[in-house]
T-cell receptor, first 115, second 118 residues
Framework: DTEVTQTPKHLVMGMTNKKSLKCEQH?????MYWYKQKAKKPPELMFV???????INESVPSRFSPECPNSSLLNLHLHALQPEDSALYLC??????????????FGPGTRLTVT | AQTVTQSQPEMSVQEAETVTLSCTYD???????LFWYKQPPSRQMILVIR??????QNATENRFSVNFQKAAKSFSLKISDSQLGDAAMYFC???????????????FGKGTLLTVNP
């Protein structure tokens, strides 16, 4: 099973709402990633978790709050977002963050619209 | 810092023909990995092929092959016998092989949108 799943597929939220994105993998991977992708642009790394601990935060605003409850699950909590945060949010996982030869497997993404 | 350049924002190819997508990169490192990812309109990013910098032999995966020119820092993707399902955005990506530092990070090019005409 080489699948990374993400829910929901689409999310529309107001600027005062609180919502969460969910990502799950059952490949036994110990590294998980959140990316933000604007239309017709490459993905931009947001966060990296290694062995359930946050190891990298790419200077992401605090209105985005990641959480890794266990080795298979990664959440991204959203609060007080701005319209410019509207994007495709991709989750990825890899066997280990330290070994660059390990492939990153991507999920299908959550299309977020902030109104 | 490493950079990845894809100079072709869009390309088109006739079904069953061959197309080559270009990618160049800039790095001072000797140990690194290069990847081509495909992102169809369904959005899921899929790894197409990868190349380890220490390997001289060009990687191949079925109809996909690369031309890796380390000295020229070039990493082009050739798609043979193009199929309608090959239509997608293709991203070239670089990852450092050095321990520590930013080797966790994939540096992507801006992408090439490939259209396959029937």
């Amino acid at each position: 099973d080489t699948e990374v799943t993400q829910t929901p597929k689409h999310l529309v939220m107001g600027m005062t709402n609180k919502k969460s994105l969910k990502c799950e993998q059952h490949m036994g991977h110990r590294a998980m990633y959140w990316y933000k992708q604007k239309a017709k642009k490459p993905p931009e790394l947001m966060f990296v978790y290694s062995y359930e601990k946050l190891s990298i935060n790419e200077s992401v605003p605090s209105r985005f709050s990641p959480e890794c409850p266990n080795s298979s699950l990664l959440n991204l909590h959203l609060h007080a977002l701005q319209p410019e945060d509207s994007a495709l949010y991709l989750c990825a996982s890899s066997q280990d963050v330290a070994n660059p030869s390990y492939e990153q497997y991507f999920g299908p993404g959550t299309r977020l619209t902030v109104t | 810092a490493q950079t990845v350049t894809q100079s072709q924002p869009e390309m088109s190819v006739q079904e069953a023909e061959t197309v080559t997508l270009s990618c160049t990169y800039d790095t001072s490192e000797s140990d690194y990995y290069l990847f081509w990812y495909k992102q169809p309109p369904s959005r899921q990013m899929i790894l197409v092929i990868r190349q380890e910098a220490y390997k001289q032999q060009n990687a191949t995966e079925n109809r996909f092959s690369v031309n890796f020119q380390k000295a020229a820092k070039s990493f082009s993707l050739k798609i043979s016998d193009s199929q309608l399902g090959d239509a997608a955005m293709y991203f070239c990506a670089y990852r450092s092989g050095n321990s520590g530092g930013s080797n966790y990070k994939l540096t992507f090019g801006k992408g090439t949108l490939l259209t396959v005409n029937p």
